[in-house]
């Protein structure tokens, strides 16, 4: 026997809405099911499970994760920022002052003062260490260029293990140290007096990259530090006057993020 055609099925002799209306109507059941497509294999648990996933940039965090939810850590670093609101618990010396919006480390008017201000993680704890990844941003700015002596970094000073910014015979350069060598970089004819931000990339047993303000200005790859020996310095700062003046360094704001 022959199947109908559409043409062909019955109509109902009960109720008059027609075949148009039949099919809006499933269709809409359909949408407004909660369970729809749930099942395995199914689009949505497709979707839930595919590695990636078709929403807009941002939308995740803007729609679907509630404030507070998530913590530093779950993005897989490390993280400390600060404005400087308090300078409590930072190592210090005695010119070292907190004035309302930055911090001020002023030397003495006598040549080959020197003025700091440091603050370290427990590395056992936070598990810090140059194997991992680094991206630091400071804002900073001194009252000269000339006769005066600055490091700004996360780690130690000199040849100790650390990636920084430095001020030295009228320059402005990255360095780098790995325990028993440092290694500069020029940054260009910056001038720190203006106020400037530093911004450095370490790529664990790479390279380690200096911006200025936004600009790349330097790479090194030699002399990079490596284990854990300092990178519990997450701020490390100094300001030396080299004459019989006082000079000072601000700094405004810090970023730190080392990759867990």
Request: glycine share 8%; proline share 2%; charged share 20%.
């Amino acid at each position: 026997m022959a199947l109908p055609v559409w043409g062909n099925l019955e109509k109902s002799q009960i109720d008059n809405e027609k075949i148009e209306e039949a099919i809006d109507r499933r269709i809409q059941a359909h949408e407004d099911d909660p369970d729809a497509h749930l099942e395995t294999g199914e689009s949505l648990q497709s979707h839930k499970a595919s590695a990636i996933i078709d929403h807009l940039a941002t939308s995740i965090i803007a729609d679907k994760i509630g404030d507070g939810e998530v913590i530093a850590s779950k993005f897989g670093f490390i993280h400390f920022p600060t404005f400087f609101e308090s300078i409590d618990g930072y190592i210090k010396s005695a010119g070292v002052s907190f004035l309302n919006d930055y911090v001020e480390l002023l030397t003495a008017a006598s040549s080959s003062d020197l003025q700091y201000l440091k603050k370290r993680f427990p590395i056992a704890i936070f598990g810090m260490s140059w194997d991992k990844n680094h991206d630091l941003e400071f804002t900073f700015s001194t009252d000269a260029l000339h006769n005066i002596e600055v490091v700004i970094c996360a780690g130690d000073v000199g040849i100790k293990r650390h990636i920084g910014i430095k001020i030295a015979s009228s320059n402005v350069l990255g360095t780098v140290g790995n325990g028993t060598t440092e290694t500069t970089v020029g940054l260009g004819a910056v001038d720190p007096t203006a106020g400037l931000v530093a911004r450095i990339v370490f790529t664990t047993g790479e390279k380690c990259e200096f911006y200025i303000n936004g600009v790349l200005e330097g790479t090194i790859s030699t002399n990079l530090p490596t284990g854990v020996t300092d990178a519990h310095f997450v701020v490390n700062a100094y300001v030396k006057t080299l004459e019989n003046v006082s000079h000072a360094l601000y700094l405004y704001a810090w970023d730190f993020k080392q990759d867990i």
